[in-house]
């Protein structure tokens, strides 16, 4: 299982509340990987007066964010996002030391007390400079949704965010590791992103075949990704469409909009008039995104 620690930090107007760093990486990630995140969070720990000593104040700054304006999370595969962003730095800030790094993360809430468990990337960020001040990063977010990284209030807006630490050699294992000689900066509202519970939808028209002007019963059901149970659960109490499409037409129009009931459900009837497909259609929320089931054909005798 995935580790939900609470890591608290503040570098001027940084806040990561936490770091979700995989136990032996069973992810599929590595030791190492883990460890930046680790010591990610050691320094900006640090940063916040919360040990001794504090990191000195990198002079770099964060811009040009760019990650998915949606990103769909379901109940067990990872996800991962590219997150692009530019990099800028006094000319004495080497980004192509060895020791040297910057990563993108996601959090949600305020950025001085996260509500959620910030999001990172599995690795550091690459970055190629672009200038003798500035460089172009590209780096991940790493989701694992069978592994607890996210809790269904989690649903939602998220804010970007970029960190940048520069060890000069120091060693945050080391038994005479300096903070003090450690550079750190970081800095929040960078950009949004909707991080959403997967939704599925589906529909079933019966009897087939009908006869024209008979009535028709549609059913079918509306589901969203539960990050705490790890399965799909219904999702009630919203509003859905029915559409339909004859045999040979390529868009569908709407016949009527339903209620999900108790567990998702869907029903309702018509008068069957022509060939066709059925299909409901969700339009979506902030937390769930829009869907629509594959249509179901009837054959109208």
Not at 35 to 64: E, M, Q
Not at 118 to 127: E, I, K, R, S, V
Not at 210 to 233: C, Q
Not at 240 to 258: E, M
């Amino acid at each position: 299982m995935r580790i939900r620690a609470t890591v608290a930090a503040v570098s001027g107007a940084l806040a990561l509340s936490a770091l979700a760093v995989p136990a032996a990486q069973a992810a599929g990630g590595t030791a190492q990987d883990g460890d930046y995140r680790a010591d990610a969070a050691k320094i900006a720990r640090a940063a916040n007066d919360r040990a001794p000593g504090k990191p000195y104040d990198l002079n770099v700054t964060f811009s040009d964010f760019k990650v998915a304006k949606a990103i769909k999370v379901g109940t067990g595969a990872h996800v991962s996002r590219t997150v692009t962003y530019t990099l800028t730095h006094d000319a004495d800030v080497n980004v192509k030391a060895a020791d040297f790094l910057t990563a993108p993360y996601l959090y949600r809430g305020d950025f001085t007390a996260p509500s959620a468990v910030p999001l990172m990337g599995n690795n550091p960020a690459t970055c190629k400079a672009t200038s003798a001040t500035t460089a172009a990063c590209t780096g991940k977010i790493d989701i694992y949704p069978a592994q607890d990284d996210l809790l269904n209030r989690d649903a939602g807006t998220w804010k970007g965010a970029a960190l940048a630490i520069d060890y000069n050699g120091q060693d945050p294992d080391g038994f005479d590791f300096d903070i003090t000689k450690v550079g750190y900066a970081g800095q929040g509202n960078l950009g949004t992103a909707l991080i959403q519970r997967a939704s599925l939808l589906t529909v079933d028209a019966t009897p087939e075949p009908v006869k024209k002007g008979a009535t028709l019963t549609v059913a079918g059901k509306l589901s969203i990704a539960n990050w705490e149970t790890h399965k799909y659960s219904g999702y009630a109490n919203q509003s859905v469409k029915l559409q339909f499409r004859t045999k040979n037409a390529t868009s569908y129009t709407t016949v009527k909009t339903i209620k999900s009931a108790a567990g998702g459900v869907l029903k309702t009837t018509v008068k069957a008039s022509a060939d066709g497909y059925y299909r409901y259609s969700f339009a979506g929320n902030v937390a769930v995104p829009a869907v629509n089931a594959a249509g179901d054909l009837v054959d109208v005798q």
